[in-house]
T-cell receptor, first 110, second 113 residues
């Protein structure tokens, strides 16, 4: 059964730092991996989608990588800003369903 | 273009009561989904509709029913609410069922007493 883990559960860093969020999954037979952002009391917003044949995707200050063989993905955030504070979730598409991690709550201190 | 809308935003039920959560999307998407999110856990899929006229069970379907009313609307019904169904419920939609970005509604926070 596919399981997705995100460590750490919470992270607090000063504004301006570059940071990396981690996501690991147990079964490498995935269709794609997606990173989402969730703001308190709101829905989820898709940030990046990496197809299983791709190694990385970039959008602005965000870069997501995928290593299927090791079952890992990272989300790199450059030059962090207070507005980046949110919970970041990763999800892998496996057997026609998204399997989700529990998320990393990120706080960027001004 | 409102995207994915959900009603209500909040609801409190007593054990045994029934209710229907409504979801609508205006993006002409074929596929729609219902998830629940519990504290400290990832989202879990309750039911999905890959295309109009079809519905399938997800990871945690027990205690729920769904209806794909038309291409725009996908409702989730709790026939006899239980405290274990206290959760935040999210509806999502995507162009097609596999390989496409999912777009989410703002969620419904449900408490069952």
């Amino acid at each position: 059964k596919q399981e997705v883990t995100q460590i750490p559960a919470a992270l607090s860093v000063p504004e301006g730092e570059n940071l990396v969020l981690n996501c690991s999954f147990t079964d490498s037979a995935i269709y794609n991996l997606q990173w989402f952002r969730q703001d308190p009391g709101k829905g989820l917003t898709s940030l990046l989608l990496i197809q299983s044949s791709q190694r990385e995707q970039t959008s602005g200050r965000l870069n997501a990588s995928l290593d299927k063989s090791s079952g890992r993905s990272t989300l790199y955030i450059a030059a962090s800003q207070p507005g980046d504070s949110a919970t970041y979730l990763c999800a892998v598409e496996s057997n026609y369903q998204l399997i989700w991690g529990a998320g990393t709550k990120l706080i960027i201190k001004p | 273009n409102a995207g994915v809308t959900q009603t209500p935003k909040f609801q409190v039920l007593k054990t045994g009561q029934s209710m229907t959560l409504q979801c609508a999307q205006d993006m002409n998407h074929n596929s729609m989904y219902w998830y629940r999110q519990d504290p400290g856990m990832g989202l879990r899929l309750i039911y999905y509709s890959a295309s109009e006229g079809t519905t399938d069970k997800g990871e945690v379907p027990n205690g729920y029913n769904v209806s794909r009313l038309n291409k725009r609307e996908f409702s989730l019904r709790l026939e006899s609410a239980a405290p274990s169904q206290t959760s935040v419920y999210f509806c999502a939609s995507s162009t097609r069922h596999q390989g496409y970005e999912q777009f989410f509604g703002p969620g419904t926070r449900l408490t069952v007493l």
